[in-house]
Protein backbone atom coordinates (compact mmCIF):
# COMPACT_ATOMS: atom_id res chain seq x y z
CA UNK A 1 0.00 0.00 0.00
CA UNK A 2 0.85 3.64 -0.39
CA UNK A 3 0.27 6.98 0.88
CA UNK A 4 -0.43 10.16 -1.04
CA UNK A 5 0.84 12.85 1.21
CA UNK A 6 -1.76 16.08 1.21
CA UNK A 7 -0.24 19.41 0.99
CA UNK A 8 -1.06 23.05 0.08
CA UNK A 9 2.86 24.91 -1.30
CA UNK A 10 2.88 28.52 -1.41
CA UNK A 11 0.54 28.80 1.45
CA UNK A 12 0.01 31.91 3.33
CA UNK A 13 -2.13 29.86 5.88
CA UNK A 14 -4.90 27.80 5.99
CA UNK A 15 -7.29 27.42 2.48
CA UNK A 16 -4.36 29.22 0.70
CA UNK A 17 -1.52 27.90 -1.94
CA UNK A 18 -1.69 25.17 -4.23
CA UNK A 19 -2.87 22.18 -2.99
CA UNK A 20 -0.79 19.19 -4.30
CA UNK A 21 -0.23 15.28 -4.17
CA UNK A 22 3.14 13.77 -3.54
CA UNK A 23 3.66 10.01 -3.62
CA UNK A 24 6.73 7.98 -2.54
CA UNK A 25 7.34 5.05 -4.09
CA UNK A 26 10.45 2.29 -4.18
CA UNK A 27 10.19 2.03 -8.31
CA UNK A 28 8.09 3.79 -11.01
CA UNK A 29 4.50 1.80 -11.12
CA UNK A 30 2.99 1.79 -14.81
CA UNK A 31 1.77 5.12 -16.06
CA UNK A 32 -1.48 4.26 -15.91
CA UNK A 33 -1.90 3.80 -12.17
CA UNK A 34 0.03 7.20 -11.57
CA UNK A 35 -2.76 8.64 -13.87
CA UNK A 36 -5.95 6.97 -12.33
CA UNK A 37 -4.09 8.06 -8.52
CA UNK A 38 -3.63 12.09 -9.88
CA UNK A 39 -7.71 11.86 -11.38
CA UNK A 40 -8.55 10.15 -8.22
CA UNK A 41 -6.92 13.06 -6.18
CA UNK A 42 -8.78 15.43 -8.09
CA UNK A 43 -5.78 17.96 -7.42
CA UNK A 44 -4.26 20.55 -9.82
CA UNK A 45 -0.70 18.54 -9.44
CA UNK A 46 0.20 15.09 -7.82
CA UNK A 47 4.03 14.35 -7.76
CA UNK A 48 5.49 10.71 -7.62
CA UNK A 49 9.05 9.99 -6.33
CA UNK A 50 11.35 7.38 -6.92
CA UNK A 51 15.13 6.89 -5.38
CA UNK A 52 17.96 8.25 -7.35
CA UNK A 53 20.70 6.36 -7.67
CA UNK A 54 22.66 8.45 -4.95
CA UNK A 55 21.17 9.97 -1.36
CA UNK A 56 20.08 13.13 -2.53
CA UNK A 57 18.89 12.80 -5.32
CA UNK A 58 15.39 11.03 -6.74
CA UNK A 59 13.46 10.75 -9.91
CA UNK A 60 10.27 12.52 -10.18
CA UNK A 61 7.25 13.12 -12.12
CA UNK A 62 4.17 15.33 -12.04
CA UNK A 63 0.35 14.10 -13.62
CA UNK A 64 -2.54 16.71 -13.56
CA UNK A 65 -6.08 14.81 -13.26
CA UNK A 66 -5.54 14.51 -17.41
CA UNK A 67 -2.40 14.13 -18.24
CA UNK A 68 1.42 13.95 -17.66
CA UNK A 69 2.82 17.56 -17.46
CA UNK A 70 7.00 18.31 -18.25
CA UNK A 71 7.19 20.54 -15.41
CA UNK A 72 5.52 21.61 -12.13
CA UNK A 73 6.65 23.63 -9.47
CA UNK A 74 3.99 23.37 -6.71
CA UNK A 75 4.26 20.04 -6.43
CA UNK A 76 8.34 20.06 -6.61
CA UNK A 77 7.83 22.42 -3.51
CA UNK A 78 5.69 19.98 -2.11
CA UNK A 79 7.86 16.54 -2.91
CA UNK A 80 10.69 18.21 -1.72
CA UNK A 81 9.01 18.95 1.66
CA UNK A 82 7.60 15.57 2.07
CA UNK A 83 11.23 14.11 1.36
CA UNK A 84 12.28 16.38 4.12
CA UNK A 85 16.21 16.53 3.25
CA UNK A 86 18.11 19.83 3.22
CA UNK A 87 18.44 19.72 -0.25
CA UNK A 88 17.70 17.38 -2.66
CA UNK A 89 17.99 17.35 -6.92
CA UNK A 90 15.01 15.96 -8.91
CA UNK A 91 15.90 14.20 -11.81
CA UNK A 92 12.85 15.20 -14.03
CA UNK A 93 11.48 15.56 -17.86
CA UNK A 94 13.19 19.23 -17.69
CA UNK A 95 16.05 18.29 -16.62
CA UNK A 96 17.94 18.38 -12.93
CA UNK A 97 16.03 20.70 -10.31
CA UNK A 98 17.84 21.19 -7.04
CA UNK A 99 15.68 22.12 -3.96
CA UNK A 100 16.57 22.81 -0.50
CA UNK A 101 15.13 23.51 2.87
CA UNK A 102 15.93 26.99 4.21
CA UNK A 103 15.99 27.55 7.84
CA UNK A 104 13.28 30.36 7.57
CA UNK A 105 10.62 27.72 6.62
CA UNK A 106 10.62 28.19 2.98
CA UNK A 107 11.21 25.66 0.55
CA UNK A 108 12.84 26.54 -2.69
CA UNK A 109 13.20 24.69 -5.95
CA UNK A 110 15.45 26.32 -9.16
CA UNK A 111 13.89 25.76 -12.08
CA UNK A 112 14.83 26.70 -15.37
CA UNK A 113 14.73 30.61 -16.46
CA UNK A 114 11.90 30.99 -19.10
CA UNK A 115 12.34 34.34 -20.68
CA UNK A 116 9.29 34.81 -22.74
CA UNK A 117 9.20 36.51 -25.97
CA UNK A 118 7.11 39.25 -27.68
CA UNK A 119 4.60 37.62 -30.09
CA UNK A 120 1.36 39.10 -32.12
CA UNK A 121 -1.69 39.20 -30.04
CA UNK A 122 -3.51 35.96 -31.26
CA UNK A 123 -6.60 36.84 -33.14
CA UNK A 124 -10.12 36.44 -30.81
CA UNK A 125 -8.11 36.96 -27.91
CA UNK A 126 -9.90 39.38 -25.98
CA UNK A 127 -8.50 40.65 -22.45
CA UNK A 128 -9.10 44.06 -20.84
CA UNK A 129 -6.20 46.56 -20.32
CA UNK A 130 -3.68 44.11 -22.51
CA UNK A 131 -0.69 45.88 -22.71
CA UNK A 132 1.97 43.18 -24.05
CA UNK A 133 1.22 39.92 -25.26
CA UNK A 134 4.16 37.09 -25.31
CA UNK A 135 4.77 33.55 -24.64
CA UNK A 136 7.43 31.06 -23.29
CA UNK A 137 8.25 27.93 -23.46
CA UNK A 138 5.72 26.23 -22.33
CA UNK A 139 2.72 29.15 -21.51
CA UNK A 140 2.16 32.28 -22.97
CA UNK A 141 1.59 35.67 -20.87
CA UNK A 142 -0.37 39.00 -20.79
CA UNK A 143 0.39 42.16 -19.48
CA UNK A 144 -2.26 44.43 -18.08
CA UNK A 145 -2.46 47.63 -16.94
CA UNK A 146 -3.40 47.10 -13.57
CA UNK A 147 -3.82 44.67 -10.31
CA UNK A 148 -7.38 44.98 -10.54
CA UNK A 149 -7.58 43.96 -14.61
CA UNK A 150 -6.23 41.05 -13.43
CA UNK A 151 -8.46 39.88 -10.51
CA UNK A 152 -11.36 40.87 -13.09
CA UNK A 153 -10.26 39.18 -15.99
CA UNK A 154 -12.94 35.64 -16.89
CA UNK A 155 -11.07 34.00 -20.23
CA UNK A 156 -12.84 32.04 -22.51
CA UNK A 157 -11.71 28.97 -21.14
CA UNK A 158 -12.83 26.73 -24.44
CA UNK A 159 -10.90 28.95 -26.53
CA UNK A 160 -7.77 28.66 -23.81
CA UNK A 161 -8.12 24.87 -24.32
CA UNK A 162 -8.08 25.30 -28.19
CA UNK A 163 -4.50 26.93 -28.32
CA UNK A 164 -1.15 26.16 -28.75
CA UNK A 165 0.22 26.58 -25.32
CA UNK A 166 -0.33 24.54 -22.27
CA UNK A 167 -1.64 27.83 -20.55
CA UNK A 168 -2.11 31.72 -20.41
CA UNK A 169 -0.48 33.53 -17.62
CA UNK A 170 -2.87 37.06 -17.10
CA UNK A 171 -0.55 39.82 -14.77
CA UNK A 172 0.24 43.36 -13.75
CA UNK A 173 2.13 45.22 -11.71
CA UNK A 174 1.50 44.56 -7.77
CA UNK A 175 -0.86 46.67 -5.58
CA UNK A 176 0.01 45.68 -2.42
CA UNK A 177 2.96 46.57 -0.08
CA UNK A 178 6.15 44.19 -0.92
CA UNK A 179 4.15 42.64 -4.09
CA UNK A 180 6.37 43.34 -6.83
CA UNK A 181 3.85 41.88 -9.34
CA UNK A 182 0.10 39.68 -9.41
CA UNK A 183 -0.71 37.27 -12.14
CA UNK A 184 -3.76 34.72 -12.40
CA UNK A 185 -3.54 31.30 -14.34
CA UNK A 186 -5.59 28.97 -16.71
CA UNK A 187 -4.74 26.17 -18.32
CA UNK A 188 -7.72 24.15 -19.12
CA UNK A 189 -6.37 22.30 -22.08
CA UNK A 190 -4.14 20.10 -19.21
CA UNK A 191 -7.78 20.17 -16.89
CA UNK A 192 -6.79 22.96 -14.63
CA UNK A 193 -8.96 25.58 -15.69
CA UNK A 194 -7.10 28.15 -12.89
CA UNK A 195 -4.27 27.15 -10.97
CA UNK A 196 -4.33 28.30 -7.39
CA UNK A 197 -0.44 29.08 -7.52
CA UNK A 198 1.97 28.46 -10.34
CA UNK A 199 5.63 27.84 -9.29
CA UNK A 200 6.39 27.30 -13.26
CA UNK A 201 5.07 29.90 -14.29
CA UNK A 202 6.95 32.33 -12.46
CA UNK A 203 10.16 31.23 -14.48
CA UNK A 204 8.43 33.23 -16.78
CA UNK A 205 7.14 35.60 -14.52
CA UNK A 206 10.57 36.28 -12.96
CA UNK A 207 12.66 36.67 -16.11
CA UNK A 208 9.61 39.08 -17.51
CA UNK A 209 9.01 41.59 -14.20
CA UNK A 210 12.86 41.22 -13.42
CA UNK A 211 14.16 42.88 -16.52
CA UNK A 212 11.20 45.48 -16.43
CA UNK A 213 11.60 46.07 -13.05
CA UNK A 214 15.80 45.56 -13.21
CA UNK A 215 15.89 43.11 -10.05
CA UNK A 216 17.06 40.39 -9.35
CA UNK A 217 14.70 39.44 -6.21
CA UNK A 218 11.20 40.04 -6.36
CA UNK A 219 7.93 38.98 -4.48
CA UNK A 220 5.03 38.00 -6.39
CA UNK A 221 1.20 37.38 -5.43
CA UNK A 222 -1.27 34.77 -7.36
CA UNK A 223 -4.29 36.24 -7.46
CA UNK A 224 -6.92 32.97 -7.49
CA UNK A 225 -9.39 32.44 -4.87
CA UNK A 226 -7.06 30.94 -2.43
CA UNK A 227 -4.10 33.46 -3.62
CA UNK A 228 -0.59 32.67 -2.67
CA UNK A 229 2.88 34.33 -2.01
CA UNK A 230 6.04 33.43 -3.68
CA UNK A 231 9.70 34.40 -3.22
CA UNK A 232 12.07 34.64 -6.33
CA UNK A 233 15.43 35.40 -7.23
CA UNK A 234 16.75 35.14 -10.79
CA UNK A 235 20.39 33.25 -10.83
CA UNK A 236 21.15 32.83 -14.94
CA UNK A 237 19.70 29.88 -16.61
CA UNK A 238 17.69 28.99 -13.17
CA UNK A 239 15.08 30.78 -10.85
CA UNK A 240 14.86 30.19 -7.68
CA UNK A 241 11.78 29.91 -6.68
CA UNK A 242 10.57 29.87 -3.26
CA UNK A 243 7.22 29.15 -0.75
CA UNK A 244 6.02 27.66 2.57
CA UNK A 245 4.55 24.33 2.17
CA UNK A 246 2.39 22.94 4.46
CA UNK A 247 0.95 18.83 5.00
CA UNK A 248 -2.85 19.07 5.87
CA UNK A 249 -3.29 15.23 5.01
CA UNK A 250 -3.29 11.87 3.99
CA UNK A 251 -4.52 9.27 1.47
CA UNK A 252 -4.21 5.51 1.68
CA UNK A 253 -3.45 4.13 -2.06
CA UNK A 254 -4.02 0.69 -3.40
CA UNK A 255 -0.60 -0.65 -5.30
CA UNK A 256 0.84 -0.51 -6.96
Given amino acids: MSVAHLLEAFTEGPGTGNPAGVVLLARWPAEAWMQEVAARLGLSETAFVVPGPEP ?135 GVPEDPVTGSTHALLAELWGERLRRGRLSARQLSARGGRLELERRGPVVAVGGRVEEVGRVNLAGP
Fill in 56 to 190: GRAGLRWFTPRTEVALCGHATLAAAWVVGRETVTFETASGPLACRLIPTGLVEAELPADPPVARPVPEGLVLPELTWFGEGRFDAVAVLARAEAVRAVHPDLEDLASRPWRGLVVTAPGDGEGVDFVSRYFAPAV
